[in-house]
């Protein structure tokens, strides 16, 4: 059973440009969690989606980002005209249920490093 | 702001009992303790966690005080893999796990 899967890994993009990250969730979960990470900084929640809805987006930023979970396909966390300061490692976490004892899984993250 | 304070690093010798501590004085009765730790460039790796009992797993084991005010990680024999920053978290049952609130962590370090 594959983890939680996110690519690319390492995402250069130019000033002005757009950012695609996605997330695939590990097989059987249909809750996915978005969490940011800034240099020398800890995790912090962006938003929580389930499939094709968006429950909590409490932690965007309320422009530029925006995030889906399609019926098909990976969750998709998009920033557009990036700016430096969107530079940070981006992590995908995902769970089974909103049940207490699972725990939630984490990628491997993607990197975004603006130029 | 996080609900939890953890030491800022700590050294270990490889082969050697790591004891964690974390202070979470404010937990209420129905927030769990939880550990998660990140390697160097990685995604962060769920360890264990706990309500009041001691836990144990193939990983590590929590041990949290009777009142509940703090807890301490053991990782029994610590090995140079096990290098990471470690975060102490606490999680309210049913809680979306959006909410996890991610503090600074302990740096730790297993040296040889």
């Known amino acids: 059973n594959a983890g939680v899967m996110q690519n690319p890994r390492h995402l250069v993009r130019r000033r002005g440009q757009e950012a695609r990250l996605r997330c695939s969730p590990m097989?059987?979960?249909?809750?996915v969690y978005w969490y940011r990470q800034l240099p020398e900084e800890g995790l912090k929640f962006m938003v929580y989606?389930?499939?094709?809805?968006?429950?909590?987006e409490s932690g965007m930023p309320k422009e530029r980002f925006s995030a889906e979970f399609p019926k098909e396909g990976p969750s998709i966390l998009r920033i557009q005209q990036v700016v430096r300061g969107d530079s940070a490692a981006y992590f995908c976490?995902?769970?089974?249920?909103?049940?207490?004892?699972?725990?939630?899984?984490f990628g491997q993250g993607t990197r975004l490093t603006v130029v | 702001d996080a609900k939890t304070t953890q030491p800022t690093s700590m050294d270990c010798a490889e082969g050697r009992a790591a004891n964690l501590p974390c202070n979470h004085s404010?937990?209420?009765?129905?927030?769990?303790v939880y550990w998660y730790r990140q390697i160097h460039s990685q995604g962060p790796q769920y360890i264990i966690h706990?309500?009041?009992n001691n836990e144990t797993n193939e990983m590590a084991s929590l041990i949290i005080t009777e009142d509940r005010k703090s807890s301490t990680l053991i990782l029994p024999h610590a090995t140079l893999r096990d290098t990471a920053v470690y975060y102490c978290?606490?999680?309210?049952?049913?809680?979306?796990?959006?909410?996890?609130?991610f503090g600074a962590g302990t740096q730790v370090v297993v040296t040889p």
């Open positions: 097989k059987g979960h249909s809750h």
């Open positions: 978290i606490v999680r309210v049952r049913g809680d979306s796990w959006g909410k996890l609130q």
């Open positions: 706990g309500l009041k």
């Open positions: 404010t937990i209420s009765g129905n927030e769990y």
């Open positions: 976490a995902s769970s089974q249920l909103e049940e207490f004892y699972t725990e939630a899984f």
């Open positions: 989606l389930q499939k094709e809805n968006i429950i909590d």
